[in-house]
């Protein structure tokens, strides 16, 4: 069962992955590059002490560390008046598209089908052996 998992959720880290790498800009250096290569399924997946199951995925990895300011800009968008081309507020309205790639990556419907096919396979996996379990004390219950 433990190998089935790590694949299935390794599948799930590399859809986020793609899907967030995929919305981020393209022009801006090497940051799509950098996302595919550092995001990795090792890095992604932590398993908490209550096991409980984390995935992240790393906006701003290095060597590409300006992530962070397109995944979420900061700043107020207000400009000096002589110069008003390069605001927060301007460059949102340009590049809609490639602001909160990590959350938009995470909401991809792609994403969301993985993580169903893993819940599905998962329970079913879990009422087998439950199953399994329930037969076996039976089974040693009658012989006593």
Do not use: C
Not at 99 to 121: C, L, M, N, T
Not at 127 to 138: C, D, K, P, S
């Amino acid at each position: 069962m433990a190998i089935k998992e790590s694949i299935q959720l390794k599948q799930i880290a590399l859809s986020i992955r793609n899907a967030a790498s995929a919305l981020a800009p393209r022009k801006k250096g090497r940051l799509r590059n950098e996302l595919r290569r550092y995001n990795t399924p090792e890095r992604m997946i932590k398993t908490l002490p209550n096991g409980n199951i984390k995935i992240d995925f790393f906006v701003a990895p290095p060597g590409a560390v300006y992530g962070k300011y397109w995944n979420s800009p900061y700043g107020s968008g207000i400009a000096a008046p002589a110069k008003n081309s390069n605001t927060t507020a301007t460059i949102k309205k340009r590049y809609p598209q490639h602001f909160d790639y990590g959350q938009k990556g995470y909401a991809d419907p792609s994403v969301r089908d993985a993580i169903e096919d893993w819940k599905k396979q998962f329970t079913k996996e879990i009422t087998e052996e439950l199953r399994e379990t329930i037969r076996y004390e039976l089974n040693t219950t009658k012989r006593k």
